[in-house]
Nanobody, 128 residues
Framework: QVQLVESGGGSVQAGGSLRLSCARS????????MGWFRQAPGKEREGVAT???????SYADSVKGRFTISQDNAKTTLYLQMSSLKPEDTAMYYC??????????????????????WGKGTLVTISS
């Protein structure tokens, strides 16, 4: 059973930085795709960034140039480095993983086709 556990959320002021982590366990197979999604109060879940097994990364327009998605060498931990944070980045951030070859959403939005495993989330709060 694949398990994903997020950490690193917290409260920071606008302009600050945070690094989220997602620890993956339960399988020795490497996901084809991993990603970060977020959901703000009263809003739909939206994609933030995804990364494929070949290293190709995709970002939502709203975070391009500010957020960076990466993985450790063993591909067991996913990271999201967030900088120049804005109040509109406030949300619950979720880690997701998928093993279907060729299925990896890009460019943000609500599409999460192929991402079958989800963590419980970590809360990020940005104050102005």
């Amino acid at each position: 059973q694949v398990q994903l556990v997020e950490s690193g959320g917290g409260s920071v002021q606008a302009g600050g930085s945070l690094r989220l982590s997602c620890a993956r366990s339960g399988t020795s197979y490497r996901p084809y795709c991993m990603g970060w999604f977020r959901q703000a109060p009263g809003k739909e879940r939206e994609g933030v960034a995804t990364i494929r097994t070949d290293g190709y990364a995709s970002y939502a327009d709203s975070v391009k140039g500010r957020f960076t998605i990466s993985q450790d060498n063993a591909k067991t931990t996913l990271y999201l480095q967030m900088s120049s944070l804005k109040p509109e980045d406030t949300a619950m951030y979720y880690c997701a993983a998928g093993f279907r070859a060729g299925a990896c959403p890009t460019g943000g939005g609500g599409n999460h086709y192929g991402l079958d495993y989800w963590g419980k989330g970590t809360l990020v709060t940005i104050s102005s």
